[in-house]
């Protein structure tokens, strides 16, 4: 989802993701919304499966960025800057170069004659 998507959410309803008012307590992984699944995983890159991730960790993350209703635009573009990082798209101006030494280990590719 993008950005501009939870900026058009509602903020007034509290049983909506992004009208949520209050404190983070998860206690169980698959009640996790997946917008902050997304979001969560990234923040933890070391750790391969969610599920491996403390729930101590999770809710003290969450508790952290969350400021109340209309967070999830915010949580919305940290996921995205922390992917665009970690994919490194941080400019997505800029065109994905090799570096010279990955242009040197390319194998030589042998030119056809045309003349045959």
């Known amino acids: 989802m993008s950005v501009s ?20 307590a ?12 997304n979001f969560i995983i990234e923040s933890f890159p070391k750790i391969e499966k969610f599920k491996r991730i403390p729930l101590e960790d999770i809710n003290a993350l969450m508790n952290d ?12 573009k940290l996921y995205d800057d922390m992917r665009a990082e970690r994919y490194g798209k941080a400019d997505p101006g800029l065109k994905a170069r090799l570096p010279v030494e990955d242009f040197n280990a390319l194998p030589d590719v042998e030119e056809e004659d045309d003349d045959e």
């Open 5 to 24: 998507y939870w900026e058009s959410q509602p903020t007034d309803q509290p049983h909506l993701l992004n009208g949520f008012k209050g404190t983070w």
């Open 26 to 37: 998860f206690s169980d992984h698959n009640l996790i919304p997946e917008p902050l699944r």
């Open 65 to 76: 960025v969350w400021d109340g209703p209309g967070s999830m635009p915010k949580i919305q």
